[in-house]
Structure formats: structure tokens, C-alpha cells
């Protein structure tokens, strides 16, 4: 009664199923308290199983936003096979616009492969990673940069040994549409979701679709049509499902697989960036200025990138602490 998590779900039923997933944790005003988190499955027949998720970090808007909508369309005649639907993975965290849960400060995409004693947070990536992800064929994670950091739209990969599945992952992530996508090499054994999709049998894409604790014209038709021409690649339908106004573009591979790619606050501070997400910047770059504003009489010190490459990511907040990631960038690679 205390531990694990719970669902009225048949996933071999046919139909448009719409259930929640229930982890109960007791809490000063309700002591037998579930965290209740929405779920929907879609099935008609046999064929391939994609989950799409969104929200495993909770101010990230694009995904919970287009999912929430795919949610009101889809049919059981637009699809063959199973489509599930997790638009709020973390669902603390989204109603209460952060980045991690504030029942217990989980930061779902560091705690698989969880535990069905543990907190929260903890429950859940045990779910994902042991029960829900085994299920599908295809694991769909949309991110954005989130309240802190403004990301450039991108897929995400996970570097992968077997040539197989890493070739198959590449074929789908190129599929997306999107300007750029990148692979990343975290290993294995990583606590996120796509090192949890790999380890339950399942392809992992995911992506970074904005940023900003916000959402724009732009990063919702983009990511709109990502998880379009997903649901095609993947063949559990032959149209777009959500509405979208963007077109496919000529993809450029970028690689992260290095912490000299990334800029870091060794310090309290104040960063103001020279060059903004896009930019392709080569090594010694200037990438922008930190300053002090307790020592008004030295000078900013200049940062430079340490790796040329395409600027991904940038801090939005101005002021820093120590260990705050300042700007990043992806290596460009052929293929």
C-alpha cells in the first residue's frame, strides 16, 4: 500500500485507453496521498509501439504541450500498432513549472533505473525502465533547454555499440527533420532515459526542442513536426497528426561527447554571452565575458571556446555560481 506504482492499463487491449499511474506518498495534508500521473494508450492491432513522453523535466513545454494535443486528436484509425502517450512524466515537477519534483527534489532524468521503494521520483523510472519502455519498440523523449538555458532545436541520440541498433537510432533521428541533431555518449549505465531505453530493448531519440521556460510559434511547429515524421519513420502511421507549419530541413550531425565542449562558472558571477545558439564558432573563439560585479576595478576576464563547433546551448540567467554551465557547443561530424 506504500510502495511501488499502479495502473489499471490492459496494453493488449484495442481501443484509446486513458488511465493514471499512481505512486502513493503520504504528505503532511494527506497522509494516503497518490501522486497521480495521466497516461493514454492507443492500439489497433499488431505493429510497431512507440512512447512518446514528454515532461520528465517539468519546465519543459513543447512536448507536454504537443502531446496534450496528440492526446485530444489521434484515433484508433490513424494508427496501426500502439501508441502510448506520457505527456508528464514527472508530474510534480510540471505542476509546479521546475525542473525537478518538489516532493522529493528527483530530477527524473538522473534516477533510472530507480526503485519501487524508493521516492517519488524514484518510482517512476523503475516503472519507465522495467515495465513501460520493454513495451515499445521506439522511446520518444522530448526535452527543451528548460527555465535556464536557451537550447538550439535539436535530436539526440545516444552513441550506441551495437552497429545495428546505433544504425537504426541515426536513420530515425535524421527522419525527424530537424536542422541539427547530435550525439551524445553518456554510457550504458547512465541514469537517463535513453540509457534506460537501451537497457529495456528499446530505440531511444530524444531532443531539445526550446528553451526558456517558454514556448514559441516556432519550437512548437518544429517539435510538431519531429514527432510527425517520427510516427511515419517509425510506420505506426501513414500522415501527420499534429498540425505544423514547419518543413523537413537538411540535417547536420554534431557530436557531445566531451566536457571541453562546454564553458563552466568557476565562480560567482555574471555572464554575458558574445555569440548566441547556432553560431558555429572554432576553438579560441571568444565566447563572451564574465564579470565581477564585488570587484568593480578588474576587468571582465574573456572566455574563449576550447572546441570549435556549432553553439548549442547558452545560459539565460546572467548571474552564475560556481559549476553553472555557461555556453556548449557540438562538434561537427560527417554523416
Known amino acids: 500500500m506504500h510502495t511501488g506504482l499502479f495502473h489499471s492499463i490492459d496494453f493488449s487491449a484495442d481501443g484509446k485507453h486513458s488511465a493514471w499511474l499512481s505512486a502513493p506518498f503520504s504528505v503532511d495534508r494527506s497522509p494516503y496521498f497518490h501522486v497521480r500521473t495521466p497516461i493514454s494508450v492507443i492500439r489497433n492491432g ?21 502531446l496534450v494535443r496528440l492526446i485530444r486528436a489521434v484515433t484508433v484509425q490513424d494508427i496501426r500498432g500502439t501508441l502510448t502517450i506520457l505527456p508528464f512524466a514527472n508530474m510534480p515537477a510540471v505542476m509546479n513549472g521546475r525542473r525537478c519534483s518538489p516532493l522529493d527534489g528527483g530530477n527524473l532524468n538522473r534516477a533510472f533505473p530507480g526503485s519501487l521503494e524508493g521516492t517519488p521520483t524514484s518510482r517512476m523510472a523503475h516503472f519507465l525502465e522495467h515495465d513501460l519502455f520493454p513495451r515499445h519498440d521506439i522511446v520518444f523523449d522530448l526535452h527543451s533547454g528548460g527555465t535556464s538555458m536557451a537550447h538550439l ?22 527522419a525527424l527533420g530537424m536542422p541539427y541533431v547530435f550525439i551524445a555518449r553518456n554510457g550504458v549505465d547512465a541514469p537517463t532515459s535513453m540509457a534506460a531505453a537501451a537497457r529495456a530493448g528499446a530505440i531511444g531519440i530524444s531532443g531539445e526542442f526550446g528553451g526558456g521556460g517558454t514556448v514559441t510559434p516556432e519550437t512548437m511547429s518544429m517539435s510538431a513536426l519531429a514527432i510527425n515524421r517520427l510516427l511515419i519513420a517509425a510506420g505506426i502511421t501513414d500522415k501527420s497528426l499534429l498540425p505544423t507549419r514547419s518543413e523537413p530541413q537538411i540535417t547536420r550531425l554534431l557530436k557531445l561527447d566531451s566536457h571541453d565542449q562546454a564553458i563552466y562558472a568557476s565562480r560567482t558571477g555574471w555572464f554575458e554571452p558574445a555569440v548566441d545558439i547556432g553560431a558555429e564558432v572554432k576553438e579560441g573563439d571568444v565566447a563572451g565575458w564574465y564579470h565581477d560585479f564585488e570587484r568593480l576595478g578588474e576587468a571582465e576576464e574573456t572566455l574563449r571556446f576550447a572546441a570549435a563547433g556549432i553553439v548549442i546551448s547558452r545560459r539565460l540567467h546572467t548571474q552564475c555560481q560556481s559549476g553553472d554551465c555557461l555556453i556548449q557547443v557540438g562538434r561537427i561530424i560527417k554523416g
Open 46 to 66: 499488431e505493429g510497431p509501439s512507440v512512447l512518446l513522453m514528454a515532461g520528465n523535466h517539468g519546465d519543459e513545454y513543447e512536448g507536454e504541450i504537443n
Open 153 to 174: 532545436p535539436t535530436g539526440l541520440i545516444e552513441e550506441s555499440d551495437d552497429p545495428k541498433r546505433h544504425k537504426r537510432a541515426t536513420e530515425l533521428l535524421k
